[in-house]
């Protein structure tokens, strides 16, 4: 799944500079690290303090692919619930669709700023002016300043190829990347769906649950809310609920102890402490200064 995030977010970042997949990998294994152990989901932070500091990339145009990335996973949670939905009916899932639909304004308001932003960075530019008058001169100028370099971030809406090759690793991360590790432990705990499609339902039944759990920032690793979401998404498919919680346990605990260590291998192996990474999330640095 990290690996395949790493090439989405190459396309996402080619219009800024050339960046080795390698380089992406590890910021983005270092990102889910830091969201497992550190609050408020500062992963997204942590991620392009960590490329900007490897590459010495625009941190604001960096911003603007992380801002695009999310949309676009946004709208593949959606596009996962209305494929749950038509495929296990609007009874069983109502709750699964109310719970998407909660995503589409989070999802929908940033796109529609993004391709003002790319459409016609004129017009926006001038609106922002015009809003930012009564501010000090000097600050005015330096917001403006990071409006514009985070545009650079909006390259990948280019051209259609680029939005192509966006959806398809989008779909991969989703259908696959995702959707494999809630298979395996399916198997691992012996739970009957009754089918392969029945299977596969119950999967992304629990993808999208779990997404639009761990959407808002809150506590490390998703605690509470990850589990929660499990026991909700498969008590929908016949499960206990206490079976229901045991898988979303076993989940959990693999992903999380798998994402974590190897997020502290890459700061191990690049030469960066933990409590550095901890200063980042302490500190009032404009992450996006540079």
Known sequence: MLQLRA???RILTQPIQPIATGALF???????????????RIGEVVRVW????????????LFGSVILERVFDALSVIALA???????????????AQGALWLLPA????????????????????AAGFLLR?????????????LARFQEGLGALRTGWHLLAIAGYSAAIWLLG?????????????????????????????LVAVAVAVALPQAPGFFGPY???????????????????????????????TLTVLGLAVLRLRRTSLGEIGGLAGSSEDPAAR
């Not at 209305?82 to 699964?96: E, K, M, R």
């Not at 308001?109 to 001038?126: D, E, S």
């Not at 995702?178 to 629990?206: C, I, K, N, Q, R």
């Not at 206490?242 to 999380?256: D, P, Q, S, Y």
């Open 7 to 9: 090439l989405r977010w």
């Open 26 to 40: 590890r910021a983005t294994a270092v990102a889910f690290a830091a969201n497992n152990v550190l609050p408020l």
């Open 50 to 61: 960590y490329l900007r500091r490897e590459t010495g990339a625009s941190a604001a145009a």
């Open 82 to 96: 209305a494929l749950v939905v038509g495929l296990g009916g609007v009874g069983q899932n109502g709750a699964l």
């Open 107 to 126: 999802a929908l308001l940033p796109a529609a700023l993004l391709v003002g932003l790319r459409a016609a960075p004129g017009r926006v530019a001038a």
């Open 134 to 146: 009564p501010l000090p001169e000097r600050l005015a100028a330096r917001i403006q300043d990071l």
């Open 178 to 206: 995702s959707t494999l590790p809630v298979l395996a432990g399916f198997w691992a705990l012996d739970l009957e769906l009754g089918s392969a499609l029945g299977s596969l339902v119950a999967a992304w039944t629990t």
């Open 227 to 257: 589990h929660y979401a499990a026991r909700l998404a498969l008590t929908r498919h016949g499960f206990s609920p206490e079976t229901a919680v045991a898988f979303g346990t076993l989940i959990h605990a693999v992903m999380w102890l």
